[in-house]
T-cell receptor, first 112, second 118 residues
Framework: SQQGEEDPQALSIQEGENATMNCSYK?????LQWYRQNSGRGLVHLIL?????REKHSGRLRVTLDTSKKSSSLLITASRAADTASYFC????????????FGQGTRLTINP | NAGVTQTPKFQVLKTGQSMTLQCAQD?????MSWYRQDPGMGLRLIHY???????DQGEVPNGYNVSRSTTEDFPLRLLSAAPSQTSVYFC?????????????????FGPGTRLTVL
């Protein structure tokens, strides 16, 4: 079973609205990372949050981490058409720090 | 810097053929990895390397071999291609192992190789 489970699997919103994606995981982590993938392209790193951090911001992105609930959320504010992409969470495990385990992703569509 | 480069971009093989997917990075990264991505799924780790001469298996290593003779290059070999290996393959690199707490372990990804096995 997947270490990272993302919710929702697909999200469609109007330009200018906020988009929230959630990620849950099963085992202890050292960090959690979010990546974006545009159609047919490689993944691009967005933000990394460490296990001892609760919230992190980068531009229009806000990431929260709740280690007690083993969950994280990615908020994109004031969405733009260019934000249309798939978003993946990935966990850096405490046991086996050499591996990064990806979730199945959320497909975000921003409608003009 | 070119970043992470992968060749070829597209490849069609027949069942039983072998081939090598190339990956190179020019960022002096110690950590390199190979993932495969199947439709509607996230990435699954095939093999990884924490430095030249050191490789290890990921989640789905069967049917694949790797070697790391230099810091820059990390080729992935398909020994005897099977239709189940039809996928998009991504190579990635980072300064250190991604699960460590240091903040500079973000993964840099190549553009991918789309492989079809008939």
């Amino acid at each position: 079973s997947q270490q990272g489970e993302e919710d929702p699997q697909a999200l469609s919103i109007q330009e200018g609205e906020n988009a929230t994606m959630n990620c849950s995981y099963k085992t202890s982590i050292n960090n959690l990372q979010w990546y974006r993938q545009n159609s047919g392209r490689g993944l691009v790193h967005l933000i990394l949050i460490r296990s001892n951090e609760r919230e992190k911001h980068s531009g229009r992105l806000r990431v929260t981490l709740d280690t007690s609930k083993k969950s994280s959320s990615l908020l994109i504010t004031a969405s733009r058409a260019a934000d249309t992409a798939s978003y993946f969470c990935a966990t850096g495990l405490s046991e086996g720090a050499q591996k990064l385990v990806f979730g199945q992703g959320t497909r975000l569509t921003i409608n003009p | 810097n070119a970043g992470v480069t992968q060749t070829p971009k597209f490849q069609v093989l027949k069942t039983g053929q072998s081939m090598t997917l190339q990956c190179a990075q020019d960022m002096n990264h110690e950590y390199m990895s190979w993932y495969r991505q199947d439709p509607g799924m996230g990435l699954r780790l095939i093999h990884y390397s924490v430095g030249a001469g050191i490789t290890d298996q990921g989640e789905v290593p069967n049917g694949y071999n790797v070697s790391r003779s230099t810091t820059e290059d990390f080729p992935l070999r398909l020994l005897s291609a099977a239709p189940s290996q039809t996928s998009v393959y991504f190579c990635a690199s980072s300064y250190g192992s991604p699960g460590l707490t240091k903040s500079y372990n973000e993964q840099f990804f190549g553009p991918g190789t789309r492989l079809t096995v008939l």
